[in-house]
């Protein structure tokens, strides 16, 4: 298990591009039959990717997380963006179709992934936090998240947002997790911009052509930079720091959050006029 300690925003300021994908990057999630996980210090966090080709299950390191198998302590969100797939938790079978997703309680021992043709494999997508309590293991069909249009074509940003995890709908401790989608034509994220001092972010990007990225802006509203990312990537997004992009091409991106609340409206809104 890969670990990313926590960057000052004073300190981020100096980094040049190589550090910056250092610490805020993560890639390779998606390597068939080697799955990967990556400890984060934003909220405690962990990111990972499974692509399957044989069953797999996930060892874990009891000197990161304090425990002999992933969720003693922590909650699960998984979302499909590969192939038909299947996640065994706990002895019951959870069949994933691309943008299904699911939420695993804490205290499920068993956690093994599979795909059902391994020349098309399923793309795994996790994000785990802390949790204090079990919350009902539950599946959730790309149908059963309501979708909510925002933004329009003359500015760039026209999309569809899903929830999956959040309080109205499959309840967690803490994870918050849904799915954006931009339509044709459409290439811009969170902009105007905003923070949400209270809670971190990871984005992870898809759907994107070979030879398509997106630029992914960070950084304090007054000193921004960014990432140039690509197909399957992750950005992590710390408190102090705006997660916006622009895509050579439409895309789609799954954000995940943890933090002090479960609420979505819950952001620091940032003045254009503000932006450097």
């Keep these: 298990m ?6 000052h925003p004073e300190h981020m300021i100096m980094f ?5 994908r250092e610490h805020f990057l993560v890639d390779k999630l998606f390597v068939p039959g080697e799955p990967k996980l990556v400890y984060c210090f934003y909220d405690r966090l962990i990111v990972g990717g499974v692509c399957p080709v044989g069953p797999v299950s996930l060892a ?3 000197k990161v997380i304090g425990a002999d198998f992933l969720l003693a302590r922590r909650e699960l969100g998984i979302i499909n963006i590969g192939g038909q797939g299947r996640v065994i938790a706990g002895g019951t079978a959870f069949e994933l179709a691309s943008c299904e997703g699911l939420y695993v309680a804490m205290g499920t021992r068993e956690l093994q992934f599979e795909s059902s043709d391994p020349a098309r494999p399923a793309k795994f997508y996790l994000n785990s936090a802390p949790a204090h309590a079990v919350m009902p293991t539950s599946k959730i069909a790309l149908a059963d998240a309501e979708p909510v249009v925002m933004g329009d074509s003359a500015a760039s940003n026209k999309r569809t947002i899903r929830k999956y995890i959040h309080p109205g709908g499959v309840k967690s401790c803490q994870l918050v997790m849904g799915l954006t989608m931009l339509e044709t034509g459409s290439v811009w994220n969170t902009m105007p ?5 209270r809670r971190m972010e990871a984005y992870l990007y898809f759907n994107m052509p070979a030879d398509a990225v997106v630029f992914h802006l ?8 960014h990432l140039v990312v690509r197909d399957g990537e992750v950005v ?7 997660h916006s992009g622009a895509g050579t091409a439409n895309y789609s991106f799954i954000w995940g959050m943890a933090g002090e609340n479960q609420d979505f409206s819950d952001m620091d809104h940032v003045p254009m006029a503000r932006l450097r």
């Design 16 to 20: 040049d591009t190589e550090e910056l």
């Design 60 to 62: 874990v390191d009891p």
């Design 236 to 242: 992590l997004s710390p408190s102090w720091s705006i």
């Design 2 to 7: 890969e670990v990313r300690h926590p960057v």
């Design 193 to 197: 911009v905003h923070t949400h001092q």
């Design 218 to 225: 960070m950084g304090q509203p007054d000193e921004t930079r």
